[in-house]
């Protein structure tokens, strides 16, 4: 091969990939990605309908009962072993850790463990936890209960998310019926 054909080969990359970079150039301008600001098609009652209606509230979840309809326990034991067991206990009368002990916790009140040193946020929670309160809460926790002391970012898999809530439903000798899909 001589310096010749050498240099054609090169020039043959150089060209091949100058021709790639302008085609990429030409298709960006080319394609104009602007985001429409309504959708192009509205569903009648569906979800573009509703975030449109309901300006504030940043993210809605999907309602929990259909959710917790299909979920699997031991999904959610396993998850809650992973995820929360390095701050919680779970069994009947266990100890708090970093986070307080959660056995009977739903249906119960916000700071429901006795002499537990909640956040004043969660302390000013009223009511008793119920299963759309504890889906926002482990969804975001922060968002929930603003100064909050669980530093846990949440889970953000709906289905995982009712899985683990399932469980914890289950931690009461008399649990709390479910809510009817
Ligand atoms: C890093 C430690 C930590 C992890 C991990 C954690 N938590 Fe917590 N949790 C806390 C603390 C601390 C509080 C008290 C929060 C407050 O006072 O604001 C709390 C509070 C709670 C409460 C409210 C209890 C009550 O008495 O009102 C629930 C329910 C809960 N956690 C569930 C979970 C679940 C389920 C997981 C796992 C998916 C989890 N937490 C992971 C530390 C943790």
């Known amino acids: 091969m001589d310096s010749m054909e050498i240099n054609k080969g090169i020039a043959a990359v150089l060209v091949a990939g100058m ?30 309908a509703e975030t449109a209606s309901a300006a504030p509230k940043p993210e809605e979840l999907p309602p929990i009962a ?66 759309d309160e504890l889906n926002e809460w482990l969804h975001k926790p922060a968002s929930y209960v603003p100064g909050t002391r669980m530093a846990f970012p949440g889970i953000g898999n709906d289905q995982l998310r009712a899985d683990v809530i399932d469980y914890l439903h289950t931690l009461s000798s008399s649990p709390v019926p479910l809510p009817a899909p």
């Not at 302008?22 to 309504?38: F, Q």
């Not at 986070?99 to 956040?119: C, I, R, W």
């Open 66 to 131: 259909p959710l917790l309809a299909k979920a699997d326990v031991a999904e959610g034991e396993s998850t809650a072993k992973k995820l929360c067991t390095s701050c919680h206990t779970f069994t009947e009368g266990g100890k708090a850790g970093i986070g307080p002990n959660l056995y009977n916790v739903v249906g119960g009140p916000h700071a429901h463990m006795e002499g537990f040193n909640y956040s004043d946020g969660m302390k000013a929670k009223a009511g008793p936890w119920t299963f």
């Open 19 to 48: 021709v790639f970079f302008l085609a990429g150039t030409i298709g960006v301008n080319l394609v104009d990605e602007k985001r429409l600001e309504k959708p192009a098609i509205a569903i009648q009652g569906g979800p573009a």
